[in-house]
């Protein structure tokens, strides 16, 4: 059977390849540590277990949920950005839940590309970026994210041709893979941005909790006009096998993403909702799973730092976007580290980067999903220091 256009324009999806690896090395008796895909691999936390089993107990489960989701989560998405951002959001008209980030992501452009719009994305990016402008029928322009530009967006190199023509852009601090935070100037030069070239702005937050030391802000505190925000519970509160999260913003555009949304999908289930809720509610869990990030990032990039390889210790999120040692690519570290004596999984750089005019900005990097365990990650150093590299 012959396949869609739309299907013949994208590749495989990077982090299904790195699956399809881990499950080859098992086949072959090999046990890796697998660092690849960003899935949490700790427990759901249990506020959140009780929430959704009270929830099927009392037969919410039953009849299609509310599109644009209950009103009850919605006001407590408001309450929470409230209490976290300093920011009022509209539970009405200026929020709506999402089945995870990821759905959001690839139908945003539905609602705003049409053939010959541009949509720009940072570079190395999250795929659905891309895929979901592929599907819309519009084309990507790719800003590199470089280390010796803070992995900062260059909004001034964007070309006139594709500023004229661009319908969205995609902005995504706290950064994945690169950890990187954006400062206070930056998000207000992507809010002036929006206004200046009416272009819609749409921030993906997704690992905002996930910090270290500075609290990373919202880009709905710098403007509010042509600009939303993509927020989820996946890695905040463990909950990737849920599928929840919300789009909140310019109450414009959120009544265009809510048209598409009713057309693709009934909504997040209700049961799930609650289970969102009783996570919002509760900080505790959030506290802890970032001591515990804190310690694997410790552990794996002194152990980097210990074979020669460049500081890259991140400011945010569970990744770590190393840089191989002078002299050999990010390739070469991956295939180094997968070594049978060693069987570390990492994403190359250049498998979530783009070849732009024959070069990649993740080239010289990989990227580690601190995901497995406290031990695992002591065991990955001891082995990380017998890479031949």
């Not at 500023?163 to 902005?171: C, D, E, P, V």
Request: glycine share 8%; hydrophobic share 35%.
């Amino acid at each position: 059977m012959i396949g869609s256009h739309r299907l013949s324009r994208i590749g495989s999806y990077a982090f299904a390849d790195v699956d399809n690896l881990v499950s080859s090395l098992r086949e072959n008796g090999i046990s890796p540590i697998d660092f690849g895909v960003g899935d949490p691999q700790d427990p759901t936390p249990d506020v959140v277990t009780e929430a959704c089993k009270s929830a099927v107990d009392l037969r919410r489960s039953s009849g299609y949920p509310s599109y644009e989701g209950s009103l009850e989560f919605r006001n407590k998405v408001s309450e929470w950005v409230r209490g976290r951002f300093g920011v009022e959001v509209d539970p009405a008209s200026e929020i709506t839940s999402t089945v995870g980030a990821k759905e959001a992501v690839f139908h945003m452009p539905l609602a705003f590309i049409n053939r010959g719009d541009y949509v720009i994305s940072p570079n190395p990016y999250y795929p659905a970026y891309e895929r979901g402008t592929i599907f819309a029928n519009g084309s990507c322009h790719f800003l590199g994210l470089r280390k010796e530009g803070g992995f900062k967006m260059d909004l001034e190199s964007i070309p006139d041709e594709v500023r004229g023509k661009a319908k969205i852009l995609w902005a995504n601090y706290p950064s994945n893979p690169t950890g990187a935070l954006a400062s206070d100037a930056f998000m207000k030069e992507l809010a002036d941005f929006a206004v200046d070239n009416d272009v819609l702005v749409v921030s993906d937050e997704c690992y905002s909790e996930m910090y270290y030391d500075k609290k990373p802000r919202s880009l709905l505190e710098f403007g509010y006009e042509n600009i939303l925000v993509i927020n989820s519970l996946s890695k905040r509160s463990n909950m990737t096998n849920y599928r929840i999260g919300w789009v909140m913003g310019d109450s414009s555009a959120i009544k265009l993403f809510r048209k598409v949304k009713t057309n693709v999908d009934s909504g997040t289930p209700t049961f799930i909702q609650d289970a969102a809720i009783a996570a919002l509610n509760d900080e505790a869990h959030v506290d802890a799973m970032r001591q515990g990030y804190r310690k694997k990032r410790d552990i794996i990039c002194n152990a980097f730092r210990g074979i020669g390889c460049p500081d890259s210790v991140p400011e945010a999120t569970f990744y770590i976007w190393q840089e191989a040692p002078e002299g050999i690519s990010g390739v070469d570290l991956a295939k180094a580290l997968l070594d049978e004596s060693i069987a570390l999984v990492t994403t190359p750089g250049a498998w979530i980067s783009k070849d732009i005019d024959g070069e990649n900005p993740g080239e010289r990097f990989i990227r580690l999903a601190l995901v497995p365990s406290l031990d695992q990650c002591r065991e990955a150093a001891e082995k990380i220091k017998e890479a031949r590299i």
